[in-house]
């Protein structure tokens, strides 16, 4: 069993950074491929960055790229996503989860894993 817990929201204005953390326990993360995704009111969770364990395939959604950079530390059982260049649209609550296997999914109903979320509100 893996547990998730997410932090690093917060408020922020248009233009500016965070750098959300996603830090995991009761299980090594090797050997795990995770993921980023985001809620926003009434709309579907969605897909934001997958990166697999060895760090040698990552991918983002089409919203994000240029923008987020998405980072593990398998030593220390985190990952991490950098968000630049905030924009409104970026408000979400933003989850970590995880899944067996070295192949990136964007497809969250093929992940276990989930953490509880931690809210990102960018400000215009």
């Known amino acids: 069993q893996v547990q998730l817990v997410e932090s690093g929201g917060g408020l922020v204005q248009a233009g500016g950074s965070l750098r959300l953390s996603c830090a995991a326990s009761?299980?090594?993360?090797?050997?795990?491929?995770m993921g980023w995704f985001r809620q926003a009111p009434g709309m579907a969770r969605e897909f934001v960055a997958g990166i697999n364990w060895n760090r040698d395939s990552i991918r983002y959604g089409d919203s994000v790229k240029g923008r987020f950079t998405i980072s593990r530390d398998n030593a220390n059982n985190t990952v991490h996503l950098q968000m630049n260049s905030l924009k409104s649209e970026d408000t979400a609550v933003y989850y970590c989860a995880a899944r067996y296997g070295s192949t990136i999914i964007m497809v969250r109903s093929l992940y276990p894993y989930w953490g509880q979320g931690t809210q990102v509100t960018v400000s215009s």
């Open positions: 009761g299980r090594s993360l090797n050997s795990y491929a």
